[in-house]
């Protein structure tokens, strides 16, 4: 079975810093991946995605990840955090298929952002 | 563009009763998957319905069950409520093909007393 693995429980950083956030997955083949952000009593939103193609991918809020296939890794990257980055983030794995697929998640990061 | 939709948001229940979510997918969207979401924990797939069937279970008991409405919408059923299922219910839409990303709701929040 697939599983996603976020070494990293709790984060610390400073505003203005620049952030990374680990993610490995164990997989037969090469999943798509997700990261989502949650913010407190709040559900999950998609930052970004990769499905195939470039292995460096871009999205929402300056956030951007990297696929290293040989690493089994998907690291989301932050040139520099700002305050309101401060939240959970969540790395997830889903199969390849015809249907949509169902998502396993790692147990998530937490992001703190000091002042 | 309304968004996944849950309801309710809060819900307290005590041992042994049954209790139903509802969730309406994002406009557009024909599959709706659930989530459970303990407290410090990443979410936990529990089932997914497209075209009003059950199409993938996760490793949850039959005590949970659902339903799809052939306007989308979708109910989670829990019976028998156990402290344990205490947790945010998520629900995710996305179109019916795996490179569909998942939009969620903002939850139910359910209290097992």
């Known amino acids: 079975a697939q599983s996603v693995t976020q070494p990293d429980i709790h984060i610390t950083v400073s505003e203005g810093a620049s952030l990374e956030l680990r993610c490995n997955y164990s997989y037969g083949a090469t999943p798509y991946l997700f990261w989502y952000v949650q913010s407190p009593g709040q559900g999950l939103q998609l930052l970004l995605k990769?499905?195939?193609?470039?292995?460096l991918v871009q999205g929402i809020k300056g956030f951007e990840a990297e696929f290293k296939r040989s690493q089994s890794s998907f690291n989301l990257r932050k040139p520099s955090v700002h305050w309101s980055d401060a939240a959970e983030y969540f790395c997830?794995?889903?199969?390849?298929?015809?249907?949509?697929?169902?998502?396993?998640f790692g147990t998530g990061t937490r992001l703190q952002v000091t002042l | 563009d309304a968004g996944v939709t849950q309801s309710p948001t809060h819900l307290i229940k005590t041992r042994g009763q049954q209790v139903t979510l509802r969730c309406s997918p994002k406009?557009?969207?024909?599959?709706v998957s659930w989530y459970q979401q303990a407290l410090g924990q990443g979410p936990q797939f529990i089932f997914q319905y497209y075209e009003e069937e059950e199409r993938q279970r996760g490793n949850f008991p039959d005590r949970f069950s659902g339903h799809q409405f052939p306007n989308y919408s979708s109910e989670l059923n829990v019976n028998a409520l156990l402290l344990g299922d205490s947790a945010l219910y998520l629900c995710?839409?996305?179109?019916?093909?795996?490179?569909?990303?998942?939009?969620f709701g903002d939850g139910t929040r359910l209290s097992i007393l």
């Open positions: 406009s557009g969207h024909d599959t």
């Open positions: 995710a839409s996305s179109g019916g093909t795996g490179n569909q990303p998942q939009h």
């Open positions: 990769y499905f195939s193609g470039d292995t």
């Open positions: 997830a794995v889903g199969l390849r298929g015809g249907t949509a697929s169902k998502l396993t």
